[in-house]
């Protein structure tokens, strides 16, 4: 701008007066809307001297200027330097008092009025829809006498930001009737009325008329497009638009860059964020924000620096979204600085804000920070409560995450959701059953959120009963289609051992995913259903896209072991990076080894152990070990039993206990005696064995030599008298 004013300021007129004065035209438009009042005064001042202030049309522009940045001194001098009355200049004062929020200065000076036109009306149209006055606004509308194309327009688009799209509509149908024919912006506000509503059928006729009225080029027309045949699904539609314009602004480029963003296509949305000529705020912030739902945090991190170094303001959101990067990536010492620097330019106080940093202390595993974020936020609304009760149960700090529930103004569904999900993780699953119990009791509707908790704590505690009772809500909510919901049902159905339940829910699930069918695989191969698991793995493989994944593999391979199909299950394993993508990891190969011992190919185990490009696991031995003891190979089993000892933990007795269960087998008496000498030495105990059973919805456990349960004597008692009667019949 500085440049422009000093190239007019170059120009000497009159030698130059036509270029001169029309630089000067140019110069009051731009500095009018978007430039500094400093450089509009200094024109100002060069234009007195050069005596063209007082000519009409340079004062009009003066006028606008001042009025513009709400200079009324200036713009009430510049105005008394018309003769009379003058038509123009008092538009302008309305449309400034419509600016300023002055709506009854706006209306006396349109009544003074002694004469008026269509610019008159029109400001008065379009002055009051920008202030929500839609009702006085079409009194205005239907007392213009001056019907033409921009009053109507003025009228539409009014509708349009008021959020009234079907008398928007309505309007429009109108103006096809009043004979007036429609301009670009009456089309673009058409088309917004029309994706608004889903009146899909009507945004394709008016295309037509845009088409026969000419202006399918028309850039904000063109953007418009492109927005409802986004809204309709078409995105090929309005890459096709996107394609034939001609030229594109930033509404442009960021409605494509939006269609890719929100398909997921991360790769194409870069390469046309790239492109991009002009890039806006708007632009950087859905690429960074599409980053963090995707899961790639130090993608957005990235971005957002590069962002900073194009001097591109970011936005509350774009905050917001580095705050979540930062979250996931559980960077304490980052979120810190990035936390002082929100501080320092007065954007904390914002909801949001606060919101996302209590996230992120949280999930760093620093709840006193998040406390302290918490406790500063002067208007708190439930989604802060919320986030701060997650916050506690993520970190197992169930006690403060329950005083917070209770002192929590507003509870809904998350609020339960959190308590829920933190009993979960500790394992507590009684809490998690009397919580739900509460939940129901104040009246909230269970989610499928809770669902999904709730039966994990079902499948954990093997609650078939209760399993059931939740199934049942399933139904009647709606939410057995839910694919998350079928899989959790699938899940604890299987855990519970009611294979035949599990693979109904299963059947009906309409979309199943990587997760539903590892969980009945899984499932099947763990309930002695080894041969079905595996003909459901070769159905998956030939009926969907979905990819095996570990869990999947490893289950597998499990079946393998169990039903003696160890060709195949070598085939799985060895194709698992070539044909799967999925490099094997411990447990793979403990799989393998369990599934040549089981099968009695012992040297053969032993030499795939020592081939392992991993680490073994104490349990790959185990089984080799296991299997000695079985096929009676001696000479492997003291082999084995010194390599398991080697790389068990300390406090691990299972290596021991199979090598005195294989000289037991033996007869080899001594040998056992001295291998539970030495487990007495090192002070191992096996660990001891564990039952439960579910009477009255209750869950009861039992542990070898416990007698922590409320009714031990009386259990006892009863197993004493079992026991003589037993003795006595035999």
């Not at 105005?79 to 538009?91: A, C, E, H, I, M």
């Not at 993608?299 to 917001?320: D, W």
């Not at 329950?402 to 979960?424: D, F, S």
Request: one cysteine or more; hydrophobic letters at 40%; proline letters at 2%.
């Amino acid at each position: 701008m500085a440049v422009s004013l000093r190239s007019l300021l170059s120009l000497n007129p009159p030698a130059s007066l036509t270029a001169y004065v029309d630089k000067s035209l140019s110069l009051l438009r731009t500095l009018s809307t978007e430039g500094s009042l400093t450089e509009g005064t200094v024109l100002h001042g060069h234009l007195i001297k050069k005596g063209l202030s007082s000519e009409r049309f340079i004062a009009v522009k003066l006028l606008i200027l001042y009025l513009n940045h709400r200079r009324s001194r200036e713009a009430d001098q510049i105005r008394k330097g018309f003769d009379g009355f003058d038509l123009v200049v008092q538009n302008c004062l309305i449309n400034a008092n419509f600016k300023w929020g002055e709506l009854d200065e706006a209306r006396c000076l349109f009544d003074e009025m002694p004469e008026r036109n269509e610019v008159s009306w029109t400001a008065m149209i379009s002055g009051l829809m920008s202030w929500g006055r839609v009702r006085e606004s079409i009194w205005y509308f239907e007392r213009n006498p001056f019907h033409n194309v921009v009053s109507w327009t003025a009228g539409i688009t009014g509708m349009v930001q008021n959020g009234l799209n079907l008398e928007a509509l309505h309007l429009f149908r109108g103006l096809l009737q009043s004979r007036v024919r429609p301009n670009s912006v009456t089309f673009t506000s058409t088309f917004r009325a029309c994706v608004e509503t889903g009146n899909f059928r009507l945004g394709m006729s008016v295309l037509g008329l845009v088409v026969k009225a000419g202006f399918e080029h028309s850039v904000s027309v063109s953007n418009s497009l492109i927005t409802l045949f986004l809204r309709m699904g078409e995105a090929d539609l309005a890459k096709q638009v996107f394609d034939l314009m001609e030229e594109r602004d930033t509404v442009t480029w960021t409605a494509i860059l939006d269609m890719y963003v929100e398909s997921g296509d991360l790769a194409r949305a870069r390469r046309i964020f790239d492109e991009m000529p002009k890039r806006n705020e708007v632009s950087w912030s859905a690429m960074i924000a599409r980053y963090v739902q995707n899961g790639l945090p130090e993608e957005a991190l990235r971005l957002f620096s590069r962002m900073i170094q194009e001097g591109i303001k970011p936005s509350i959101s774009c905050f917001s979204s580095i705050i979540c990067a930062l979250s996931d990536l559980k960077d304490l010492r980052a979120g810190t600085n990035f936390h002082a620097h929100v501080q320092k330019i007065g954007v904390e106080p914002y909801v949001f804000i606060s919101t996302a940093l209590i996230d992120l202390y949280c999930k760093c595993g620093n709840t006193g920070a998040a406390r302290l974020v918490f406790d500063s936020i002067p208007s708190k609304n439930v989604v802060c409560w919320n986030s701060m009760i997650s916050g506690y149960s993520l970190n197992g700090q169930m006690e403060e995450a329950e005083k917070m529930l209770q002192n929590a103004p507003v509870r809904n569904n998350v609020t339960w959701n959190g308590i829920i999900a933190g009993y979960v993780e500790i394992g507590q699953f009684d809490e998690v059953f009397e919580v739900v119990n509460r939940m129901l009791l104040s009246g909230e509707v269970l989610s499928k959120f809770t669902f999904s908790s709730v039966l994990c704590a079902c499948s954990s505690t093997a609650s078939l009963e209760k399993g059931k009772n939740f199934h049942a809500k399933a139904i009647k909510l709606g939410f057995l289609e839910d694919v998350y919901v079928g899989t959790g049902l699938t899940d604890m159905y299987a855990k519970c051992g009611d294979m035949m339940s599990s693979r109904k829910v299963f059947d009906r699930i309409p979309d199943q995913n990587e997760f539903s069918w590892t969980v009945i695989i899984q499932g099947l191969a763990e309930n002695g259903f080894a041969k079905e698991s595996i003909e459901l793995f070769e159905e998956m493989e030939k009926t969907s896209s979905i990819t095996p994944n570990e869990l999947m593999l490893l289950s597998v391979l499990f079946a393998c072991s169990h039903s003696g199909l160890v060709d195949t299950g070598l085939s799985i394993f060895n194709s698992m990076e070539t044909r799967y993508g999925v490099k094997p990891c411990a447990r793979h190969y403990t799989c393998v080894v369990d599934m040549l011992s089981r099968s009695g190919r012992l040297s053969e185990a032993e030499a795939f152990i020592d081939s392992m490009k991993v680490l073994p696991e104490g349990n790959a031995w185990a089984a080799l070990l296991s299997a000695c003891t079985k096929f009676g190979d001696e000479k492997l089993a003291k082999r084995t039993a010194r390599k398991l000892s080697v790389i068990a933990e300390k406090n691990s007795a299972a290596g021991h206990v199979l090598l005195s269960n294989m000289y037991a087998s033996l007869g080899k008496w001594a040998e056992v005696m001295n291998v539970r000498r030495l487990m007495r030495e090192k002070g191992l105990k096996k660990s001891g064995g564990c039952s439960w059973i579910e009477v009255k919805s209750s869950v009861h456990s039992f542990y070898s030599e416990d007698g922590s349960h409320s009714q031990f004597r009386e259990i006892y008692e009863l197993l004493e008298l079992l026991r003589s009667e037993m003795l006595i019949v035999c």
